[in-house]
C-alpha cells in the first residue's frame, strides 16, 4: 500500500497559507535517500552524484542535496546559472548538452564543469568556442538494441544521443592532439527502469570500453558516468531499486574489469533525476467538481500544466484522497483537470474511495519531471512549490505564477501594462 508523505490535518493547514494546488517536497526523505546512494558505492573513492536539474529545477532543493555531497548535471545555459547560484563549480558540474547552442560551453568552462560532449563534431565547435579544457568527456552510444536480464529494454540504435565506438576512439586521439589530459566515458541507455541489473550490466559495457580506450589511445581516463535511468516505483505493487545491492554489483564488475587493467583509480559518478527527487514530491490538489454523464468525473483543481506525465505519456501517477486513506475503493473515477484537451486526465477508470467537494487528493511521485515539465496552455498559471522541512514546518521555495508573471514577456509596450504590476 502506498501512502503518502502528509496527513489531511497537515495539508489543511498548509492550506489556509497556500492554496491548492501546490507540489510538496519531503526534505527528510531527500536526504535519507542521498545518503543511501552514497553509501552503496562508498567504495569508490571518486564517487559523486550529479543531480539532473531538469527534473527538479529548482535551487532550493539543489542545495539540499548539495548538503549530502552531490553536484548537479546541466544541459542549458539557465540550469548552468542555478548550479552557478548556489555556489556549484569546479568539479561539481557536469554538462551533459547535446546540439549545444553557441555559448553555452563558455559559460559550462567558466563555471569549470566537466564538458561532456555529444558528438565527435562538437570538438572543433567547442575548441573555436572556448578552447578545450584539461579533462573532457565523450558520450557513448553502442548503437543496437539494448537488451538486460528480462528482456530488451531500449533501442540506443535508434536514439540521437552520443558516439558510435570508433568514433570514441578517433575522438580520444583528437582531443588529445589538442591538449587534454583526462577524460571521461558517459552513457545513457534507459529510462525510467526499475531492473537491478541496469548500471551493473551499463558499467560492464563502459568498462570494457574504457579499458580498450587506455590502451589503444594511451589516454588517462578519471571518471565514467552512469548517469541517470534508474526508476521509481510509480504502481502500489512494484518496489524501490535497493540501491545498495546495485553498487554492489557495480563494484563487482569494477574489481573484475577495471581493477586488473590498472584503472582502480576510475571514478563512478552517476546523474540521477528521477531517483533522487522523484518518490518525494507529490502535487496536492483539491476537489472541486464531480460530474456524472458516460462516466464519473472529479475535476480538481490542477491540470496537466502542473504535472503533464499523465497526458504526455498516460504515466500512472498513484493517487490517494487524504482522510481516506483507508478506505474501501468503491468508485471508479476519471480525475481530470480543466484544460479544453481531453487528454488532462490525471487517472482514468481509477478504483478510489468516494470523493467528495473539497476532499484534498494527493498524486504521488511528482517530485521529478512533474513541476519542471510544466507549460502555460491556457492560460493557466503554474503552482507554488513547497518544502516540508525536517521540523515539520513549511517552506515556500517557489511561489505560485501570477498573472504578472504569464504576462512578462508583454513588457515592451502598453497593451498589457495594467496586468504587469
Ligand atoms: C534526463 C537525464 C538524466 C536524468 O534522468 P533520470 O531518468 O531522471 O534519472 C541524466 N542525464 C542526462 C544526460 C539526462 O538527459
Not at 47 to 76: H, M, R, W
Not at 81 to 101: D, Q, R
Not at 145 to 161: F, R, T, V
Not at 306 to 324: D, E, S
Request: charged share 25%.
Amino acid at each position: 500500500m502506498k501512502l503518502p508523505f502528509v496527513t489531511k490535518e497537515q495539508v489543511e493547514e498548509i492550506a489556509k497559507t497556500y492554496p491548492t494546488p501546490f507540489y510538496l517536497y519531503d526534505e527528510k526523505a531527500i536526504r535519507e535517500n542521498a545518503r543511501e546512494l552514497y553509501e552503496a558505492f562508498s567504495w569508490n573513492k571518486g564517487f559523486k552524484e550529479f543531480f539532473a536539474v531538469k527534473a527538479t529545477p529548482n535551487p532550493y532543493l539543489i542545495q539540499i542535496l548539495k548538503e549530502e555531497g552531490c553536484g548537479v548535471d546541466c544541459s542549458s545555459y539557465t540550469e548552468l546559472l542555478m548550479a552557478e547560484a548556489v555556489g556549484l563549480g569546479a568539479g561539481e558540474i557536469m554538462f551533459s548538452s547535446n546540439e549545444t547552442p553557441a555559448g553555452e560551453f563558455t559559460k559550462a568552462k567558466e563555471l569549470g564543469a566537466y564538458i561532456n560532449l555529444d558528438d565527435i563534431t562538437h570538438i572543433p565547435f567547442l575548441q573555436n568556442e572556448c578552447g578545450v579544457p584539461e579533462t573532457v568527456c565523450m558520450r557513448f552510444n553502442p548503437g543496437g538494441i539494448y537488451e538486460l536480464e528480462n528482456g530488451i529494454m531500449d533501442n540506443p540504435g535508434a536514439a540521437k544521443y552520443g558516439c558510435t565506438p570508433e568514433q570514441m576512439f578517433e575522438a580520444y586521439r583528437q582531443l588529445m592532439a589538442l591538449g587534454v589530459k583526462h577524460f571521461g566515458i558517459h552513457s545513457f541507455l534507459v529510462s525510467n527502469t526499475t531492473a537491478e541489473d541496469y548500471y551493473p550490466t551499463l558499467a560492464r559495457t563502459l568498462f570494457t570500453l574504457a579499458v580498450e580506450l587506455k590502451e589503444r589511445t594511451g589516454a588517462h581516463i578519471s571518471f565514467i558516468n552512469l548517469s541517470g535511468g534508474i526508476g521509481i516505483p510509480y504502481r502500489p505493487e512494484q518496489e524501490k531499486v535497493d540501491i545498495k545491492k546495485v553498487g554492489a554489483a557495480v563494484r563487482k564488475v569494477y574489481e573484475e574489469v577495471l581493477v586488473p587493467a590498472g584503472m582502480g583509480d576510475v571514478s563512478l559518478f552517476t546523474e540521477l533525476g528521477r531517483f533522487m527527487m522523484g518518490p518525494y514530491g507529490a502535487l496536492v490538489t483539491k476537489a472541486i467538481h464531480e460530474k456524472h454523464i458516460y462516466k464519473e468525473y472529479i475535476g480538481v483543481d490542477a491540470c496537466a500544466v502542473n504535472l503533464m506525465r499523465p497526458a504526455m505519456y498516460g504515466a500512472y501517477h498513484h493517487i490517494t484522497v487524504l482522510g481516506k486513506e483507508y478506505a474501501e475503493k468503491d468508485h471508479v473515477y476519471d480525475v481530470v483537470g480543466s484544460l479544453c484537451e481531453n487528454n488532462d486526465k490525471f487517472a482514468i477508470d481509477r478504483e478510489l474511495p468516494r470523493i467528495d467537494m473539497g476532499d484534498y487528493l494527493v498524486i504521488h511521485d511528482a517530485g521529478a519531471h512533474g513541476f519542471a515539465m510544466g507549460y502555460n496552455y491556457n492560460g493557466k498559471l503554474k503552482s507554488a512549490e513547497l518544502l516540508l522541512k525536517e521540523d515539520g514546518s513549511v517552506q515556500m521555495i517557489r511561489r505560485a505564477e501570477k498573472p504578472k508573471d504569464y504576462f512578462a514577456t508583454f513588457d515592451f509596450g502598453d497593451l498589457m501594462k495594467k496586468y504587469l504590476s
